[in-house]
């Protein structure tokens, strides 16, 4: 009788990348996933905060209405069951998004930790190698420092949006002018903090550690 074959298992290959290396490897990982979680979170904040312009602009809307009809009739004819109504649904538009900027809050503090761990992996190095560094670059061409630079970079200007959003957050809801309600929209949803050469930068860093390929 023929004996049963073990299951065919696929090798796990190994990597010679260890120590410092490895340490940078993971934080570029941990910098393009951050990201894209970021990325994730403005697009769903950006659904909730144009759907909050847009309750803003009705009750203001609804409000002007009542207001006119106030002084026509001499009487106040506002429908107290659809105001509340009204001012419910904002408010819970409003939670929604002040429960997206923590999101965003939290993960720029993990961004803040890729930075620390980065200039640990420095440290250590010019410890070990002096001011000058390592001869030869833990990848391809870069010197760890760089590493350090793109990273508090990417932070900055991370940390930069967030205090945008959390400003946004607090004027979107109580602002009476339709205009600056778009202003405060567009600026959510273009984010100046943000530019091409950040992009630029975290591809560098993700094909310097060979999570892309050329």
């Given amino acids: 009788m023929e004996s049963e074959r073990a299951p065919y298992t696929t090798p ?3 990597t010679a990348v260890t120590g410092s290396a490895r340490k940078l490897k993971d934080n570029a990982a941990d910098w393009h996933n951050l990201i894209l979680k970021w990325d994730k979170l403005n697009d769903e904040g950006s659904t909730i905060a144009n759907k909050i312009v847009n309750l803003g602009i ?3 809307s609804q409000q002007q209405h009542n207001m006119m009809l106030e002084d026509l009739e001499g009487s106040i004819t506002t429908n107290t069951e659809e105001t509340a109504g009204h001012s419910r649904e904002l408010e819970e538009e409003c939670s929604k998004l002040l429960a ?3 999101r965003m809050s939290r993960v720029v ?3 803040e930790k890729l930075v620390s761990t980065g200039k640990g992996v420095l440290e250590l190095e010019m410890f070990q190698c002096g001011a000058a560094g390592r001869l030869t ?3 391809l061409t870069w010197p760890t420092a760089l ?13 930069q949006e967030l205090r945008l959003k959390q400003a946004i957050l607090q004027e979107l809801a109580h602002t009476s002018s339709p205009d600056l309600s778009m202003v405060h929209l567009s600026c959510w949803l273009h984010q100046p903090y943000m ?3 950040l992009r630029l ?8 550690t060979g999570h892309r390929t050329l």
């Fill in 109 to 111: 503090s993990k961004m």
């Fill in 147 to 159: 590493f350090v630079e793109v990273s508090a970079k990417l932070y900055e200007a991370y940390s």
């Fill in 201 to 208: 930068q975290l591809e560098g860093l993700l094909l310097e």
């Fill in 195 to 197: 530019d091409d050469s």
């Fill in 100 to 102: 997206v900027v923590d």
């Fill in 137 to 139: 670059p833990l990848f």
């Fill in 12 to 14: 796990r290959r190994k």
């Fill in 58 to 60: 009705n009750k203001g």
